[in-house]
């Protein structure tokens, strides 16, 4: 049986303009004249499918990222069993990926896809696959192509997850991958707690499609507590975060999660630190998704062949979408993370945190939409002696439109009440510490922002406010957080970017533990003062280059690690604050995991002080320079290669003044290098089946960092970390 089929794309062919179009529309909206051009079919091969009988059209709802891979796709119209082909194998499309400006961007476009039987042929005549061409316009049923890739704010960086998967020592893991970014200095090697620009740990916010959560990492050196195939991109907000994203004076890692593919798939993976798996499913007809996945460590059972430890994590996601009708949709997002460890003593310390997001999504006319959501939450930190706790309970509403061709205004507002408890020994060392810091109570914060993007000419400027309000243990703040960030668009391939903006937050502590949140507002907000200005141009053999200049000012901050080099939970920490000042040179070379030879420079060159009382000098944590360099190679027939650098200046020295400690720059302890491996081999078959193998070392020369040096009038002595070597072997496959 000989087979014939046809797939097409919408008839938007005038470069340099959007058009939008809705199903069974008989206009066209106004063109706008930006330089945009729409991905382009390269491979679009499908096969009919084997239950198939005579001919189906499917029309897909697809997203393509900016390395041209399809990240979603989901049936729009179409009967079975053709639109679940059509869907699934849409996942191994390949495109030339839209562009802005000469720039590639992601967009999301609806894509029809016609499968015809073709009853002439003899039956024993084999499936074969067609590239997908051009329709003619008389053809064609109108469709809607959006582009997405403007949106991305100035001075942010993205991860996706296709990049993270290959970058050595990531472990697959977008947020992991945070620390190649360029402004980023780890606390140490591996550790996932950073440093961006001059901020600690513990100003830096992170959040999951909107939610605040206080961790991103299992066991400090584990993997993300998100499932990886569940993260979209992970977005690096280094200075000037969008308007409704607030409450830290630091930098901002905000994720985006990806939707239910609306096609019955999945993946699992099982390697030698856990096991993890994500299947998503259509329900009610296709009229909603389904989407659970988790992870589970059994490093507990490896640990106690060697020690007498216990350790032990697990994640869990869920999500569920339903549309009540084409512009109105409900959902539902459930996560959370577990990590315990106990040693011989029976002595153990765990944390836990969980969340339950419900929302509400409605498209009104004129490209307005209204976005309403609850959030539920528990966090909680044991150990023998006792625990913190904190119930979360938070709301939060947005209203998005389109002013014009060129315009969109956003506006919204928050809300959080948080129910802390304390229960701890009162034999416990810092007993009176903790009831300080983290006595039993209810924190209240209420926010409203605004933001607007317009476009004059090549100019697209995004001015914001935001204005929170805190109340603790009786007392009151409030913050007024003004931003406003500008790209400059000189050439298709040329831009330049700039970003201020002013941020507060509460008192703070280091690093993010769940329940324990600082009580009480003494000493007011900290504050921070971000500004930056860079360039973006795109070079030849597809490579991309951003260099930045920012420099960032820190009012009243706590940084015990900063200032002091150590992170003792007392309330003198809380109390003690400290005026501090970043600036520094970003540069970024990169070339995408699409090409055959992939690769990254990351460098930043950069200063970081601290005064403090009457000591005034470079934080504790300073590195000079920061560098990160790898290569990706594709050998062909599923083998991949990469490798990865990391280097960095060693720390300062800690000497002993008449006016106390005090930092030295001109002194500092061995600069550390890592490297880190990664190989693997992938087998694709019909669809998006996929079976792989590989394997992975973080550190693989076994080197050791100095993580401290301290000088008296005689001698120096250096505490050393390490080696944190981590060997990882694995399969994984998917659906």
């Known amino acids: 049986m000989g087979l014939l089929f046809s797939v097409g794309l919408a008839p938007v062919q005038a470069l340099g303009q959007v058009r939008t179009v809705e199903a069974g529309a008989t206009g066209v909206a106004a063109a706008t004249p930006y330089a945009v051009s729409l991905p382009v079919p390269l491979d679009t091969s499908v096969t009919y499918p084997a239950s198939g009988q005579g001919s189906g059209t499917v029309v897909l709802e697809l997203v393509v990222t900016e390395t041209g891979t399809v990240l979603s796709a989901k049936a729009l119209a179409g009967e079975l069993p053709f ?18 400006y000469g720039r590639a961007i992601a967009a999301k476009i609806r894509f029809e896809v016609r499968f015809e039987q073709d009853k002439a042929a003899p039956e024993s005549t084999a499936a074969e696959s067609a590239p997908a061409e051009p329709r003619a316009p008389g053809a064609a049923r109108p469709l809607e192509v959006t582009v997405r890739g403007d949106k991305v704010p100035a001075d942010t960086s993205s991860v996706s997850r296709a990049e993270a998967r290959q970058l050595p020592g990531a472990f697959g893991d977008p947020f992991r991958a945070i620390e190649s970014l360029p402004g980023v200095t780890p606390v140490a090697s591996g550790l996932p707690f950073f440093f961006i620009r001059g901020a600690p740990p513990g100003n830096v916010g992170y959040f999951i499609d909107g939610v605040s959560v206080p961790l991103l990492f299992h066991a400090f050196l584990g993997p993300q507590v998100i499932h990886p195939a569940l993260i979209e991109r992970v977005d690096l907000h280094r200075g000037g975060p969008p308007a409704e994203l607030g409450r ?86 459930a996560f959370g993370a577990y990590d315990y460890f106990a040693d011989e003593k029976q002595d153990f310390a765990g944390t836990e945190f969980h969340r339950v997001d419900l929302r509400d999504r409605l498209k009104l006319d004129s490209g307005t939409v209204l976005e309403s959501a609850v959030t ?99 007392n009151s703040a409030l913050g007024v957080d003004p931003r406003v960030s500008a790209i400059y668009e000189l050439t298709p391939a040329a831009s330049l970017f700039n970003s201020i903006g002013i941020l507060h937050q509460p008192p703070s502590f280091l690093p993010a533990v769940p329940g324990a949140r600082v009580a009480g507002l ?54 003690s604050r400290a005026l501090g000042r970043a600036l520094g040179l970003e540069f970024d070379l990169r070339r995408p995991v699409s090409e055959r030879l992939s690769g990254q420079l990351a460098y930043t060159l950069s200063r970081t002080t601290r005064a403090y009382g009457q000591s005034e000098g470079v934080a504790a944590f300073d590195r000079t320079h920061v560098v990160n360099f790898g290569l990706g190679y594709q050998l062909g027939a599923g083998y991949q290669l990469g490798a990865r650098g990391v280097l960095y200046s060693g720390v300062p020295t800690r000497r002993l003044t008449d006016d106390g400690p005090r930092y030295v720059s001109s002194d500092r302890a061995p600069g550390f290098f890592r490297l880190d491996l990664r190989a693997e081999k992938r087998w694709t078959f019909s669809g998006d089946r996929y079976l792989g193998v590989h394997a992975e070392v973080f550190n693989a020369l076994l080197n050791q960092e100095v993580v401290r040096r301290d000088c008296g009038p005689r001698s120096c002595e250096s505490t050393v970390a390490g080696p944190f070597t981590i060997p990882n072997v694995g399969v994984d496959g998917g659906f």
């Open 376 to 474: 539920l939450g528990l966090d909680r930190s044991r150990t023998t002696l006792g625990y913190l706790l904190d119930r979360v309970l938070g709301a939060r509403t947005s209203l998005s439109t389109e002013l014009s061709s060129t315009a969109t205004f956003k506006v919204g507002a928050d809300a959080s009440l948080d129910f802390f408890g304390l229960e701890i020994a009162r034999d416990a060392v810092n007993y009176q510490d903790l009831k300080a810091l983290f006595p039993t109570r209810m924190d209240a914060s209420y926010a409203a922002f605004a933001e607007t993007e317009f476009r004059v000419g090549a100019v697209r400027v995004t001015p914001g406010v935001r204005v929170d309000r805190y109340h603790s243990l009786g």
């Open 248 to 333: 830290y004076s630091g930098a901002i890692i905000s994720s985006k999660t990806t939707s239910p593919k609306g096609s019955l798939g999945g993946e699992a993976s099982i390697r030698v630190l856990d096991a993890g798996a994500l299947v998503h499913a259509p329900i009610a007809n296709g009229q909603g998704q389904v989407l659970l996945a988790g992870r589970y460590s059994y490093t507990g059972l490896l640990a106690s062949l060697f020690t007498n430890a216990t350790i032990a994590y697990w994640d869990y996601q869920g999500r569920v979408d339903y549309d009540l009708t084409r512009k109105h949709s409900l959902g539902v997002f």
């Open 83 to 100: 639109s679940l082909a059509a869907s699934q194998q849409a996942l191994a499309w390949k495109f030339v990926p839209a562009s802005r």
């Open 522 to 575: 003494a000493g007011g907000l900290q504050t921070s003062v971000q500004h930056s200005f860079g360039a973006k141009t795109q070079l030849p053999l597809a490579i991309s280059a951003t260099s930045t200049a920012f420099q960032s000012l820190f009012l009243s901050i706590n940084d015990p690690l900063g200032t002091l080099g150590q992170a003792d939970i007392d309330a003198a920490s809380r109390d």
